[in-house]
């Protein structure tokens, strides 16, 4: 019952920004750590960026300097901050996130289904 949604992707120029946006619902009690991971075709899905609950974050190096993940946790809600965007940060990219839906309950991993970027040159 819990549902993560991205959104925030499309279409830019290189050098462009684009700032995406992943919102869990549902039955959640805490959320732990969330993430973003990105897949580009042939590729196997890497991770780009992660912050914990005490927002203490992660960054492939290949997005360091360029990308800022963020969340609020009263909206449930992840953030990716992109800039500077090159043609080789295209893919799909799929927020996932820890949930726990109640105190007695381990937390689970959550994915969402995927939001298209697409940067040209």
């Known amino acids: 019952q819990v549902q993560l949604v991205e959104s925030g992707g499309g279409l830019v120029q290189a050098g462009g920004s684009l700032r995406l946006s992943c919102a869990a619902s549902g039955i959640i009690f805490k959320i732990d750590s969330m993430g973003w991971y990105r897949q580009a075709p042939g590729k196997q899905r890497e991770a780009v960026a992660t912050?914990?609950?005490?927002?203490?974050?992660n960054y492939a190096d290949s997005v360091k300097g360029r990308f800022t993940i963020s969340r609020d946790n009263a909206k449930n809600t992840v953030y990716l901050q992109m800039n500077s965007l090159k043609p080789e940060d295209t893919a799909v990219y799929y927020c996932n996130a820890d949930i726990g839906t109640s105190f007695y309950n381990a937390y689970k991993n959550y994915w969402g289904q995927g939001t298209q970027v697409t940067v040209s040159s």
């Open positions: 912050i914990t609950s005490t927002e203490s974050t």
